[in-house]
Structure formats: C-alpha cells, structure tokens
T-cell receptor, first 109, second 114 residues
Framework: SQQGEEDPQALSIQEGENATMNCSYK?????LQWYRQNSGRGLVHLIL?????REKHSGRLRVTLDTSKKSSSLLITASRAADTASYFC?????????FGAGTRLTVKP | KAGVTQTPRYLIKTRGQQVTLSCSPI?????VSWYQQTPGQGLQFLFE???????NKGNFPGRFSGRQFSNSRSEMNVSTLELGDSALYLC?????????????FGEGSRLTVL
C-alpha cells in the first residue's frame, strides 16, 4: 500500500516560474525522500530529509518537512523545460520505502 | 561506477506464461528492492532482499517471488501471468537497508501481457 500522497496530481507552469508540490503521509517516519521520474524511465533521487530536520536545500530544490502535520513540500525554483517529469515522495514505512502516486509537472518553454 | 542494470528492458508474454526479470545492483550494494509501477496503482512495493535474505514483502500474491544471489544480483519471477501484471518493474539498490538512505533505480523492465 502507498504511504504518501502527493498534491496536486498534475501541475503545469511556464519556464522560470516556481513549482511547489506537497506530500502527506500517514505514519511516523525516520526520513522522507523525493524522487524524479522522466517518462517511462527509472527514478532518480533528488533529496533526503530526516525527521529531525525542517528544511533542506539542494541547488534549485527546497524541501520542508512538518512532522506534526505529517507533510512535506518540494519547491523547484526558476523551473526549466528539463524539469518536466513526475515527482514522487517516499517515506520509510518502518521497514522499506513506500512511494506516493506522484505529481506530474509540465514546464512549458 | 556502473549503475543498476535491469534485463530485459522490454518483453511481451501471454497469459499463463511465466517471466523472470534480473537486476544487477551497484557494486557493493547489498539491498535490492523491487517495485511494480502501473498507471492506476502507482509504485507498489514488491519485496526487498538484503544479503540474500528477503527482508520484507509487499501485498502481492504468491505468484510473485524473488531471490538474491551471493553477488547481490537479484531476480524476480512471476508465474501464471495475468493481463493485470502488465507493468514497469523497477529494481532499486542501496548499500544499507532500503529505508535508511538513497535508492538507486534501474531503468526498469517493461512487461506486456497479452
């Protein structure tokens, strides 16, 4: 079963705009990760945030984690057409990593 | 350093047949996890192997099985294929247990069941 749920399911923006995706999960976690998937390809790890962290940055990516609300957000700043992909959050469901349904991001040039 | 390699990349089977998919993890990684991805169900966890032992199993019928060899390479098998087994099967490796760090994914094996 899936642990996380991303919101929105789909997002379409113009190049240069910021994109924000949200993830909610159900049970306590040790860490939360975000992955990107280009159409029909494997997933690529973007960033990992641990339960004792509130915010983390990596290049144009900013991730926040609110364990009291069991939610996380991924912000991509100054988006590019190459950022077009599906984005998934993954949480450790105690023993293994479980993924949400993903947000499909389209960045129009 | 070579990435995670999955073979075959594409395959077509008919209902009732069986299929074996292979995954070679990154050198030194001891954990291999398998996921099934479909448009309707998203990414569903199948199972994880760590040092040749099945560490956890998802909610899939017994037709889905796997194993891991001493060199950490893993195989998964699906017997008596059904139309609903058509999916992208993804394998991911990690050095530690799958829930403690980054997962490295292969490009997947796309299975079509006719």
């Amino acid at each position: 079963s899936q642990q996380g749920e991303e919101d929105p399911q789909a997002l379409s923006i113009q190049e240069g705009e910021n994109a924000t995706m949200n993830c909610s999960y159900k049970t306590s976690i040790n860490n939360l990760q975000w992955y990107r998937q280009n159409s029909g390809r494997g997933l690529v790890h973007l960033i990992l945030i641990r339960s004792n962290e509130r915010e983390k940055h990596s290049g144009r990516l900013r991730v926040t984690l609110d364990t009291s609300k069991k939610s996380s957000s991924l912000l991509i700043t100054a988006s590019r057409a190459a950022d077009t992909a599906s984005y998934f959050c993954a949480t450790d469901a105690g023993v293994d990593m479980r993924f949400g349904a993903g947000t499909r991001l389209t960045v129009k040039p | 350093k070579a990435g995670v390699t999955q073979t075959p990349r594409y395959l077509i089977k008919t209902r009732g047949q069986q299929v074996t998919l292979s995954c070679s993890p990154i050198s030194g990684h001891r954990s291999v996890s398998w996921y099934q991805q479909t448009p309707g169900q998203g990414l569903q966890f199948l199972f994880e192997y760590f040092s040749e032992t099945q560490r956890n199993k998802g909610n899939f019928p017994g037709r889905f099985s796997g194993r891991q060899f001493s060199n950490s390479r893993s195989e998964m098998n699906v017997s008596t294929l059904e139309l609903g087994d058509s999916a992208l099967y993804l394998c991911a490796s990690s050095f530690f247990d799958s829930n403690t760090g980054e997962l490295f994914f292969g490009e997947g094996s796309r299975l079509t069941v006719l």
